[in-house]
């Protein structure tokens, strides 16, 4: 009874990528002894929300005293602003950014003509065919599952997002921050420091499509002090 109640105090809360939900994780083994949720996502207030505000709003939905983050790609950025807020137990990031120099230049470039701002969601969707090999989903259901995350989107949050990113500065990775990131990342190609868990040939979204080896790998990490 003792075990159960010290594990709810750690327990692991979900950060999901831009714009999707819960389903990007459910092909993850955890340790069945450690409680899990999934943060939903919340509106931004406006455009000019920054990262570290709406960080404060969404920390409301965690309750653990000591919770363990794992935010996947922008989920990562997220996990980072709410760790600031928090004091977190593990701090796991996977396909995303541990500071915001590692935020490739061409992204960047695009920003500067603040793209973002403009550019019609139903253009951005056009490019739906390619999103399979641009993310790296391969089986049915994967692809399927991305599909329907591209065209769940609001426009709005979007936007914010994209321009929040853009606009994020992170000078040096958090201390104890875990990183697990795949060399064959398209979307946030690899950008390798000392102490990172690194897949070959995983891709931006190897939470689904190397579902094993990430869950074992998240196993060792979640286990190595319980």
Same mark, same amino acid.
């Not at 137990?89 to 403009?118: E, F, H, N, T």
């Not at 690899?190 to 990430?214: F, S």
């Given at each position: 009874?003792?075990?159960?109640?010290?594990?709810?105090?750690?327990?692991?809360?979900?950060?999901?990528?831009?714009?999707?939900?819960?389903?990007?994780?459910? !092909? =993850?083994? &955890?340790? #069945?002894?450690?409680?899990?949720? +999934?943060?939903?996502?919340?509106?931004? $207030?406006?455009? *000019?929300?920054?990262?570290?505000?709406?960080?404060?709003?969404?920390?409301?939905?965690?309750?653990?005293?000591?919770?363990?983050?794992?935010?996947?790609?922008?989920?990562?950025?997220?996990?980072?602003?709410?760790?600031?807020?928090?004091?977190?137990?593990?701090?796991?990031?996977?396909?995303?950014?541990?500071?915001?120099?590692?935020?490739?230049?061409?992204?960047?470039?695009?920003?500067?003509?603040?793209?973002?701002?403009?550019?019609?969601?139903?253009?951005?969707?056009? !490019? =739906?065919? &390619?999103? #399979?090999?641009?993310?790296?989903? +391969?089986?049915?259901?994967?692809?399927? $599952?991305?599909? *329907?995350?591209?065209?769940?989107?609001?426009?709005?949050?979007?936007?914010?997002?994209?321009?929040?990113?853009?606009?994020?500065?992170?000078?040096?990775?958090?201390?104890?921050?875990?990183?697990?990131?795949?060399?064959?990342?398209?979307?946030?190609?690899?950008?390798?420091?000392?102490?990172?868990?690194?897949?070959?040939?995983?891709?931006?979204?190897?939470?689904?499509?190397?579902?094993?080896?990430?869950?074992?790998?998240?196993?060792?990490?979640?286990?190595?002090?319980?």
């Amino acid at each position: 009874m003792e075990a159960e109640s010290e594990n709810q105090q750690h327990k692991i809360y979900f950060i999901s990528g831009l714009g999707a939900d819960w389903r990007m994780f459910q !092909f =993850l083994k &955890l340790p #069945p002894q450690l409680p899990f949720e +999934h943060l939903d996502w919340i509106a931004p $207030l406006s455009l *000019q929300e920054s990262l570290a505000e709406y960080a404060g709003r969404l920390k409301a939905q965690i309750t653990a005293p000591t919770p363990i983050l794992i935010g996947l790609s922008f989920g990562g950025v997220i996990a980072i602003e709410l760790a600031k807020l928090l004091q977190p137990r593990k701090l796991i990031i996977i396909s995303s950014l541990a500071q915001s120099a590692a935020l490739p230049w061409y992204y960047r470039a695009l920003g500067k003509l603040k793209l973002q701002r403009y550019i019609p969601l139903k253009v951005l969707q056009s !490019f =739906l065919p &390619l999103a #399979p090999f641009f993310f790296g989903a +391969h089986s049915p259901a994967e692809k399927k $599952l991305l599909r *329907q995350v591209i065209l769940d989107i609001d426009e709005n949050y979007l936007r914010w997002a994209l321009e929040q990113l853009l606009a994020w500065r992170q000078k040096e990775p958090l201390p104890n921050l875990l990183h697990l990131h795949g060399t064959a990342d398209k979307v946030l190609p690899l950008r390798q420091r000392p102490g990172m868990y690194i897949v070959k040939g995983g891709e931006h979204l190897m939470v689904m499509d190397r579902a094993p080896e990430i869950s074992a790998i998240l196993h060792n990490i979640l286990t190595e002090d319980l």
